[in-house]
């Protein structure tokens, strides 16, 4: 049974910094290019950044480009989420996903498998 656990989220200062992590299991972790989407309130879900299989690309959405990384650690299984210069309008359930593709993806109807989200709150 796979499961994706997020963990990390919390509140924190405008211009502060969380990092969330999402740990997998019941997969091949290092043949699934992995994302980060977010849901504000009464929104729908968006990219936030994503992660090909082997690390070696990224890609973001442009209103957290240079302020988030993306990042993976195959051997343990798990994909992080740096997020510095926070912003009140970062505030979301962020969740993390993964799909089987060796690209990373953007898209959510592309994605097999989600965590249950974490909660980030930015403070202004």
């Known amino acids: 049974q796979v499961s994706l656990e997020e963990s990390g989220g919390g509140l924190v200062q405008a211009g502060g910094s969380l990092r969330l992590s999402c740990a997998a299991s019941?997969?091949?972790?290092?043949?699934?290019?992995m994302g980060w989407f977010r849901q504000a309130p009464g929104k729908e879900r968006a990219f936030v950044a994503a992660?090909?299989?082997?690390?070696?690309?990224?890609y973001y959405a442009d209103s957290v480009k240079g302020r988030f990384t993306i990042s993976r650690d195959n051997a343990k299984k798990t994909v992080y989420l740096q997020m510095n210069s926070l912003k009140a309008e970062d505030t979301a359930v962020y969740y993390c996903a993964a799909v089987w593709s060796i690209v990373a993806v953007s898209s959510p109807d592309e994605y097999d498998y989600w965590g249950q989200g974490a909660q980030v709150t930015v403070s202004s």
């Open positions: 992660i090909s299989w082997s690390g070696g690309s990224t």
């Open positions: 019941g997969l091949t972790f290092s043949t699934y290019a």
